[in-house]
């Protein structure tokens, strides 16, 4: 039973070396923001006591471990772990003749790992696995990889579903607490999320509604229910698609994601469509047919006129009424003026009040006839070239950001 109790090198704190072995990741989710692994954790370290005489290594029973010291590891951020139990609990003693002790055990694992979805599906993750000292600190107990980079292995042959591998590393550290300072390990891997999934089952689809809704510029302005039946098609499916793309990404974040702003594009051009079909019918509803255009140009050029001789009598008044005080100021006169000069004089200001306002009205007419549409016809020969060249021009923009910046 001695052998329960710690013991400390001579030379210092134990060392021990660690290494790894991913037997699988299992699920990686960004709703609850961790992975799921399964792991072979080898632990060696050299206890003197337990040296003897002979060459070969002595297996033990795992049952045994109770009767070792062990190093009290721990997996950091860990949500969920359990040991393997079938048949017998998965682990491995085995004892060296020179007292080097090697502790394997099967662990299966949900670590978090926190996430930047901001360029998702576009979008890279950096996740780590530590391992600590529960009670040991620096003083009592020191750990390393065994193999630097090279004491994490099974990564050559791990399928994951929607990651690739990009790269993987080891560091070594001490995390500080109040209680002290203790050994860490830190396993670093890099995923990269496999976009072709994505792009068959949300940016095709999405591209595709917003094709559809162009459709509507080569129908005729008279079929009502064609149009309309069209633009609202497409607006509600892609509601249904932008619905569909949220459930498998966490409800509550701060997170603009890349996929987001691609739909919310999509959705605002399909509606779009829907509200140029309405603004070219309301210009054909308000547009005079070819039947009564004579009738209608004659009877424009009718007030104008009267309008024009309106303001052109306003205005040869006003031009009176100055030339006869230029006339009143040569002479010198400095009698009062006769009650009708000022009862003229005192119309004559709001005349000029009224010639003002005229002349704004008239300027605000020609403004007004400059926005008419002279053919609704001509908006849906526009719209089919604009909306392709913008669509095509704002994917440019989209893909370039997202996949290099």
């Known amino acids: 039973m001695l052998l329960l109790c710690f013991f400390s090198s001579s030379d210092g704190p134990v060392t021990v070396g660690m290494s790894l072995d991913i037997a699988s990741i299992d699920t990686i989710s960004e709703i609850n923001m961790d992975y799921t692994a399964t792991i072979f954790l080898r632990q060696r370290w050299t206890d003197e006591r337990l040296c003897f005489d002979g060459n070969k290594s002595l297996s033990l029973d795992g049952r045994l471990v109770e009767l070792l010291w062990v190093p009290d590891t721990f997996i950091v951020d860990s949500k969920k772990s359990f040991l393997h139990d079938i048949t017998v609990e998965n682990r491995l003693i085995r004892i060296f003749p020179n007292g080097t002790v090697l502790y394997a055990l099967r662990i299966t694992t949900t670590v978090a790992c926190s996430m930047d979805l901001t360029k998702y599906p576009m979008d890279r993750q950096t996740c780590t ?28 042959n791990l399928q994951l579903a929607q990651y690739t591998l990009e790269d993987h590393y080891t560091s070594e550290s001490e995390a500080v607490y109040e209680t002290g300072n203790y050994p860490k390990l830190i396993f670093h891997f890099k995923l990269k999320r496999s976009i072709l999934y994505f792009i068959l089952e949300t940016y095709v689809p999405s591209s595709a509604l917003v094709v559809l809704s162009w459709v509507s ?36 974040n701060c997170f603009i994601k890349a996929i987001d702003v691609y739909l919310g594009i999509c959705f605002s051009f399909i ?20 039947a009564n255009a004579y009738m209608y140009g004659q009877e424009m050029q009718e007030r104008e006129d009267e309008m024009n001789g309106i303001v052109t009598s306003i205005g040869s008044r006003a031009l009176r009424a100055r030339k006869r005080e230029e006339m009143l100021s040569r002479m010198g006169s400095t009698s009062n003026p006769t009650p009708s000069e000022s009862k003229e004089d005192i119309n004559s200001s709001p005349q000029t009040r009224c010639t003002k306002c005229m002349s704004t009205a008239r300027k605000i007419v020609r403004c007004l006839n400059c926005c008419k549409v002279e053919n609704p016809h001509y908006i849906d020969n526009y719209s089919r070239l604009t909306f392709p060249l913008s669509f095509i021009f704002i994917n440019l923009l989209y893909w370039t950001y997202y996949l290099y910046f």
């Open 129 to 156: 696995l530590q391992l600590e000292s529960w009670g040991y600190n620096v003083k009592d107990v020191v750990f390393h990889w065994t193999r630097g980079n090279q004491s994490v292995s099974g990564l050559d």
């Open 217 to 252: 510029f080569w129908i005729s302005q008279s079929s009502v229910p064609a149009r309309i039946c069209i633009g609202v098609t497409t607006v509600l499916t892609m509601t249904t698609l932008m619905m569909g793309a949220r459930t498998s990404l966490p409800n509550a």
């Open 271 to 290: 509606f779009g469509a829907l509200i140029e079909y309405a603004v070219a019918h309301f210009c054909t509803l308000h547009q005079p047919n070819a």
